[in-house]
């Protein structure tokens, strides 16, 4: 059973049309969540961590938030340069105190 | 700004010979870790390293890896006798302490033909 599930998996948007990608898990004793984005053939670049329900993080159009048992990444007023895969990842006691347990991750197209 | 760099960017390899994949993580990180992602699939953990030793390892991570920090800077990941299946992109991370991001370097994909 997947631990993060994470949807949808592909999301086209047009240039202006925000939205929200969502990151569900299943872990017990989550010790932090984290969002990073990857481009193609490239390493994930770390975007926020969240540690705990309520808690919100902001940075130009993007904007995290964590609930006990998802978290949502909103996109607002997109543009084509914020096309990228998004990946979710949780630190857990469940899953391993020291590593980070990827989902499979949403694949943003914005099209100008 | 501070970056994890990895060598080679790409290697290709035979089956059964052994590569050696190497990164240099942020100066004054403590923790290391390997993961890799198969093509189309998620990234998955390897290994993680603290304190000069393994402090975790995947189902993946077998006696055919292993991993050394031969002195400050580097931290490589060495696999003995390559498969047709470990062709992947490996990703090395770092982090300053637990619970925090991690960054992580450009890859090197690795092909076995």
């Known amino acids: 059973e997947d631990q993060v599930t994470q949807s949808p998996e592909a999301l086209r948007l047009q240039e202006g049309e925000s939205s929200s990608l969502n990151c569900s898990y299943t872990?017990?004793?989550?010790?932090?969540l984290f969002w990073y984005r990857q481009d193609p053939g490239k390493g994930p670049e770390f975007l926020f961590t969240?540690?705990?329900a309520g808690e919100e993080k902001e940075k130009e159009r993007l904007k995290a938030t964590l609930t006990k048992k998802e978290s949502f990444l909103h996109i607002t007023a997109p543009k084509p340069e914020d096309s990228a895969t998004y990946l979710c990842?949780?630190?857990?006691?469940?899953?391993?105190?020291?590593?980070?347990?990827f989902g499979t991750g949403t694949r943003l197209t914005v099209i100008p | 700004e501070p970056e994890v760099t990895q060598t080679p960017s790409h290697q290709v390899t035979q089956m059964g010979q052994e590569v050696i994949l190497r990164c240099v993580p942020i100066?004054?990180?403590?923790?290391f870790y390997w993961y890799r992602q198969i093509l189309g699939q998620k990234v998955e953990f390897l290994v993680s390293f603290y304190n000069n030793e393994i402090s975790e390892k995947s189902e993946i991570f077998d006696d055919q890896f292993s991993v050394e920090r031969p002195d400050g800077s580097n931290f490589t990941l060495k696999i003995r006798s390559t498969k047709l299946e470990d062709s992947a992109m490996y990703f090395c991370?770092?982090?300053?302490?637990?619970?925090?991001?991690?960054?992580f370097g450009q890859g090197t994909r690795l092909t076995v033909v």
């Open positions: 100066s004054n990180h403590l923790y």
């Open positions: 969240l540690y705990s």
């Open positions: 872990v017990s004793g989550l010790r932090g």
């Open positions: 991370a770092s982090r300053y302490k637990m619970n925090t991001e991690a960054f």
């Open positions: 990842a949780v630190q857990a006691s469940q899953t391993g105190a020291n590593n980070l347990f």
